[in-house]
């Protein structure tokens, strides 16, 4: 069987590393398809003193290997970085390594928590790792070491950490990123025209949706424009389902818009309109609804690359310090004059080219930021809507209820009781 040993140099490696460490400041560890580690192509610190600790026992040790297993599997057989929770109630990422559809090994990385350990952590670390021995006072002391970073972090890395791996080792990552887009893309859609069922939502196209995607691709926020467009494209199909005639229609429009959006990022106009009518040629030529959405997710891609490269969006660059100040600031309360400083912009200039570039306005944007997140906070954790409401930046519950179903169509308790799913076991 073929595995990484025979595949990647000690130097490859160690240009991967290098890269990776400089972007994200995490080790990686190697380990075959069987879950063996490969020594030398891990990173020194692969294995902090937290791991360290818990690797002490044989039992822990075979754990270890046993979630590694799992977690490799599973990237494996979707084709795309897993990221799970190791028996120690850590952060793991495999990214698996795979010759089109042969797996070769994989390399993990993560070994990190989502926040700071407190009362919970420690609760749920000794029911984790109940029946082992271990001095449990040196172990929580080592888990305030670890690194801590938020999802969003994560799955950018896991999606740098994935296309370095591919470009070094000269795999060919188009099969498996095919393949995943559509099962995950359809899987996305599916339960937003499930939740649209639910709401009785009758719009008659979804111009908010459109808007928002088009602000996205100009920023270059690809997690938060694949987000937008999965929701579009179930929204589309909820409303003309089976009808591919209707979704290659939108799709067309779609594209226009993108285009549009693309251009006034700071892409040549000449070179939009000959990509756009490969685009639509492409469209043409497609037969399934289902290579339909994984390919407009590859062209989406496409025109978010042509935004990044192009040198031409000065108004960009002048918004971009805003749109940062507000990604990280959502959570406290801050005036337009605090982000039109971030910009070095008086505030009535910021405001005109915030929404000309993102199409709408800053604190329609700083809702959305807050929104989102509240949705996140609301399926991956107990916390009441009190504690969302305050940890997403808001001081008034009601205030907070009345933004969230103006978004959202429903209230923060009915999108938790429609959505949230049960935890596995």
């Known amino acids: 069987m073929a595995d990484l040993t025979n595949l ?23 380990i075959n398809a069987d879950g063996n580690v490969v020594r ?33 599997k599973l990237a494996f057989e979707t084709g795309q970085p897993y990221m799970s929770f190791c028996h120690a109630g850590i952060i793991l990422v495999s990214v698996p390594v795979m010759d089109r559809d042969t797996p070769l090994g994989g390399v993990l990385f993560g070994k990190c928590l989502w926040k700071k350990p407190d009362e919970l952590f420690a609760e749920d670390l ?10 449990f006072d040196k172990l929580l002391n080592a888990a305030d070491q670890l690194p801590v970073l938020g999802g969003k ?36 859609i599916s339960e937003v025209i499930q939740q649209s069922k639910k709401m009785g939502t009758d719009k008659p196209y979804p111009f908010e949706s459109e808007r928002a995607l088009i602000g996205k691709v100009k920023i270059g926020d690809r997690i938060g424009a694949k987000e937008i467009l999965n929701s579009y494209l179930g929204n589309i199909m909820f409303l003309n389902p089976g009808d591919i005639n209707v979704l290659k229609a939108r799709m067309v429009e779609l594209l226009s818009f993108l285009s549009r959006a693309a251009v006034e990022g700071g892409m040549d106009i000449n070179l939009m309109l000959k990509k756009n009518l490969d ?29 990044y490269s192009s040198q031409d969006s000065k108004k960009m660059t002048k918004v971009q310090p805003a ?51 509240a949705k996140k906070l609301l399926l991956s954790s107990d916390k009441n809507c009190t504690e969302i409401c305050f940890e997403v930046g808001y001081n008034n519950q009601s205030y907070f209820i009345r933004a969230f179903k103006g978004s959202v169509g429903m209230t923060p308790l009915q999108f938790r009781q429609n959505n949230k799913r049960p935890l596995a076991t």
């Open 323 to 373: 749109v940062d100040f507000i990604e990280a600031n959502y959570t406290r309360q801050f005036s337009l004059q605090e982000v039109a400083k971030a910009a070095h912009l008086s505030v009535s200039r910021l405001a005109h080219l915030f929404k000309e570039q993102i199409g709408i306005t800053i604190i329609d944007y700083l809702t959305d930021v807050r929104i989102n997140h």
């Open 153 to 188: 972090k994560i799955q950018e890395a896991a999606e740098f950490l994935f296309v370095l791996i591919y470009e070094v080792f000269d795999l060919d990552p188009r099969i498996i990123e095919w393949r995943q887009q559509i099962t995950k893309q359809q899987s996305m």
């Open 40 to 72: 030398n192509m891990c990173s020194g610190d692969c294995f902090g003193s937290f791991c360290k600790i818990v690797r002490s026992s044989k039992v822990a040790a075979k754990r270890c290997k046993q979630n590694h297993l799992k977690s490799l």
């Open 126 to 135: 000794k029911k984790q790792l109940k029946g082992l021995r271990f001095d």
């Open 279 to 307: 685009y639509i040629t492409k469209v043409i030529d497609l037969g399934s609804q289902e290579q339909l959405c994984a390919w407009i997710s590859e062209a989406l891609n496409d025109f978010i690359e042509s935004v």
């Open 8 to 30: 990647i140099t000690q130097e490859q490696f160690e240009h991967i590393e290098k890269t990776f460490q400089r972007q994200y400041q995490l080790g990686l560890e190697t």
